[in-house]
């Protein structure tokens, strides 16, 4: 087997946790599946499969990181509630392999985003943070010229009172328009937020 | 590139110092302690694609600090080639910093259409010192300014291998011309996790090659030694950087600090201690 098969399979073993396993257990018939011969699979099943998955680990928790930093507001208020919903959304296999950390951090946000909307807890304020991190990850595209996001709080005072780390934050329910504009592709982002009068007075 | 000509090339390198990896966090201390960080090592990717923002903050940099790119996803050791996308974007990004080096890892990133998403360890052997040579060859005759390769941490072995790490890493570099980018802190964790003397890897790299080093300290997980960048540089470390420093003429270290931040003071601490370490070895002033 040359180095370019077996940086593939490699690959391919690495990021897919159900091939993974697969081939572990039975290295013959699932390498023969892959398009190894008998002498290859052989070769790569001495690999210490305890190892491969320690490493496998690793590129998981590499990417929790990844898109922690992303949505970090989301994570901090969320705990390990956020952790426990990206181990679900990440057991699914990714065409290419280990998505680039800003793709990742979208689509789970959308995931994250119904998962919140389906268990109906807490008072909606977390989704409209998720809903702000997801919105500005949009602008944050230098193509991309207007983003626009409604939230049911005054996203601003939000979201500076939990990068403050008050506890608890400052919440108040009040529609509120949020937009991200450039004037032109690759120039600076502008930041507006523009809220009705307060319909609920201060929510906890 | 002859070998003695790459010698001549990474002798006449400027010695820059005790710098740090620029992560954002570190940018408003970075400017109030001007004169107590003498370089920094911007990671490559994050400015790539990047929006206008993020280019700034790069110009600012560059005016107060000598800046050497680090990429991350060049895959050198990956068969089937190098990315030229992702090679043209990095070669305007190093002609536009101008730097004195740029750097890279000993690790493929990618195959078959596959991201890894993180530097994966290739077969200690022939054929793979091979495709190292013929990629960063690739890298040259876009990127003029010298590269060196940095040595990873590894929790697996591919089978295959037909020599050590530390000669595989000597036939890297003879077949390419490189410098090394000796990460401290990797070497020290590959030994503890893989049960080898460090002293003896040590003996066994060209030290003329070694030109830059990284050090900081990972954290224990499960009985593996992580390289995590997350924790204080631990005593171990510091030894093995005195001892490289003692041994080869180096230009320039750069603290990895990217987990666990702490707060600057501890940063300076670090930074303070290396150069102490250089100065004792004469490595710079």
Redesign the interface.
């Known amino acids: 087997m040359?180095?370019?098969e077996?940086?593939?399979t490699?690959?391919?073993i690495?990021?897919d946790a159900e091939l993974r396993e697969r081939f572990f257990g039975d290295p013959l018939n699932v390498g023969r599946e892959i398009g190894l011969s008998a002498e290859e699979s052989s070769?790569?099943a001495?690999?210490?499969a305890a190892?491969?998955k320690?490493?496998a680990d690793?590129?998981y928790g590499?990417?929790l990181?990844g898109v922690g930093k992303l949505l970090a507001m989301t994570r901090r208020t969320l705990g390990a509630r956020f952790d426990a919903h990206f181990r679900r959304f990440a057991a699914a296999p990714v065409q290419?392999?280990?998505?680039?950390y800003l793709d990742d951090a979208m689509k789970f946000a959308t995931y994250l985003e119904n998962s919140l909307c389906e268990e109906r807890v807490g008072s909606g304020w977390t989704l409209d943070l998720l809903r702000y991190e997801k919105a500005r990850l949009k602008a944050?595209d230098?193509k991309r010229r207007v983003v626009a996001a409604y939230f049911r709080h005054d996203i601003s005072r939000l979201v500076r009172s939990v990068a403050r780390k008050e506890e608890p934050p400052t919440v108040v329910k009040r529609a509120t328009v949020a937009l991200w504009v450039r004037s032109k592709p690759?120039?600076?982002?502008r930041y507006s937020a523009f809220s009705a009068p307060s319909l609920f007075g201060r929510g906890k | 590139m002859a070998a003695a000509g790459a010698d001549k090339v990474l002798r006449d390198l400027p010695a820059l110092g005790v710098g740090l990896g620029f992560r954002e966090p570190f940018r408003g201390d970075l400017f109030m302690h001007r004169d107590r960080v003498d370089f920094l090592e911007i990671t490559a990717d994050h400015y790539l694609?990047a929006?206008?923002?993020k280019l700034r903050e790069l110009e600012l940099l560059a005016e107060h600090f000598t800046l050497i790119p680090h990429a991350l996803n060049l895959s050198l050791a990956?068969?089937?080639g190098v990315d030229r996308d992702y090679l043209k974007k990095l070669a305007r990004l190093v002609r536009r910093l101008d730097p004195p080096w740029w750097s890279d890892h000993i690790a493929?990133t990618?195959?078959?259409?596959?991201?890894?998403?993180?530097l994966?360890p290739?077969?200690f052997?022939e054929?793979?010192a091979q495709?190292i040579a013929r990629n960063v060859a690739a890298a040259r005759e876009l990127i003029d300014a010298p590269l060196i390769l940095e040595n990873i941490t590894y929790?697996?072995?591919?089978?295959?291998g037909q020599v050590s790490e530390a000669e595989f890493l000597r036939a890297v570099l003879e077949r390419t011309g490189c410098g090394l980018l000796l990460d401290v802190t990797n070497l020290h964790i590959n030994s503890v996790n893989h049960g080898y003397d460090w002293r003896d890897f040590l003996r066994k790299l060209p030290a003329e090659r070694i030109v830059q080093l990284h050090f900081v300290g990972g954290h224990w997980h499960?009985g593996?030694l992580?390289d995590s960048h997350s924790h204080p540089t631990p005593e171990d470390v510091w030894a093995v950087m005195d001892e490289t420093l003692r041994r080869a003429p180096v230009k320039g270290v750069i603290l990895e600090r990217d987990?666990n931040i702490p707060p600057f003071s501890e940063i300076l601490r670090e930074l303070d201690r290396a150069r102490e370490l250089g100065r004792k070895h004469e490595r710079w002033d």
């Open positions: 040359g180095l370019v077996v940086q593939r490699l690959a391919r690495y990021t070769n790569l001495q690999m210490s190892q491969i320690t490493f690793s590129l590499k990417r990181l290419g392999g280990t998505p680039q944050a230098p690759h120039g600076p982002v | 694609d929006p206008p923002e990956s068969a089937e493929f990618r195959a078959g259409g596959v991201d890894i998403g993180h994966s290739t077969v052997s054929e793979a495709v929790m697996l072995t591919v089978p295959g499960d593996i992580v987990e």
